[in-house]
Antibody, heavy 125, light 108 residues
Framework: QVQLVESGGGLVKPGGSLRLSCAAS????????MSWIRQAPGKGLEWVSY????????YYADSVKGRFTISRDNAKNSLYLQMNSLRAEDTAVYYC??????????????????WGQGTLVTVSS | DIQMTQSPSSLSASVGDRVTITCQAS??????LNWYQQKPGKAPKLLIY???NLETGVPSRFSGSGSGTDFTFTISSLQPEDIATYYC??????????FGPGTKVDIK
């Protein structure tokens, strides 16, 4: 079955860095567009970043642009989020999620259909 | 950027009640609107995509409608397992992808 498993969260000081990983299984990862979404404690959902299936197209939310970098390794079925210059307001549960796919020339996108369980990032001194 | 609003922010209803949540976009987004359910401590789950399409495996008591700027999500007969927060999400002209602020549903 489809599985997305995030790792790499933890406690980090303001200004520090962290790299999140998301291991995918149960589907053809290289066909899928992927995203990171976060949720601050007690708050709503905030989209963070998007990467196309090949990695050629990348988008970021303004709140993380210039500080976070999304990447993927299709050979390893893995998605990553490098987070630098972390701030207290980056404290959140970070989810990886699929955002559509192209399979055999048929494409769909726009909705997050598979989600991981999330990994907590806490930025605090 | 397209802003999403939801109302109400919370509601309390009885088992068996019909529950309706509205979502409004700050500009026309056609039918590029999805609905998610999030239970406490869990990841969100896709329920409705493209405004009115029921995701595979989702009970038929959930439905969605609307286009343009105004959308509605309905639970036809509220069940105890439907206690959750519900979010709308738009994907027209991304980036960014934006979510509504959520509607918390509980049992009266």
């Amino acid at each position: 079955q489809v599985q997305l498993v995030e790792s790499g969260g933890g406690l980090v000081k303001p200004g520090g860095s962290l790299r999140l990983s998301c291991a995918a299984s149960g589907f053809t990862f290289s066909d899928y567009y992927m995203s990171w979404i976060r949720q601050a404690p007690g708050k709503g959902l905030e989209w963070v970043s998007y990467i196309s299936s090949s990695g050629s197209t990348i988008y970021y939310a303004d709140s993380v642009k210039g500080r976070f970098t999304i990447s993927r390794d299709n050979a390893k079925n893995s998605l990553y989020l490098q987070m630098n210059s972390l701030r207290a307001e980056d404290t959140a549960v970070y989810y990886c999620a699929s955002f559509g796919a192209c399979t055999n020339g048929v494409c769909y996108n726009g909705y997050f259909d598979y989600w991981g369980q999330g990994t907590l990032v806490t930025v605090s001194s | 950027d397209i802003q999403m609003t939801q109302s109400p922010s919370s509601l309390s209803a009885s088992v068996g009640d019909r529950v309706t949540i509205t979502c409004q976009a700050s500009q026309d987004i056609s039918n590029y609107l999805n609905w998610y359910q999030q239970k406490p401590g869990k990841a969100p789950k896709l329920l409705i995509y493209d405004a009115s399409n029921l995701e595979t495996g989702v009970p038929s008591r959930f439905s969605g409608s609307g286009s343009g700027t105004d959308f509605t999500f309905t639970i036809s007969s509220l069940q105890p397992e439907d206690i959750a927060t519900y979010y709308c999400q738009q994907y027209d002209n991304l980036p960014p992808i934006t979510f509504g602020p959520g509607t918390k549903v509980d049992i009266k």
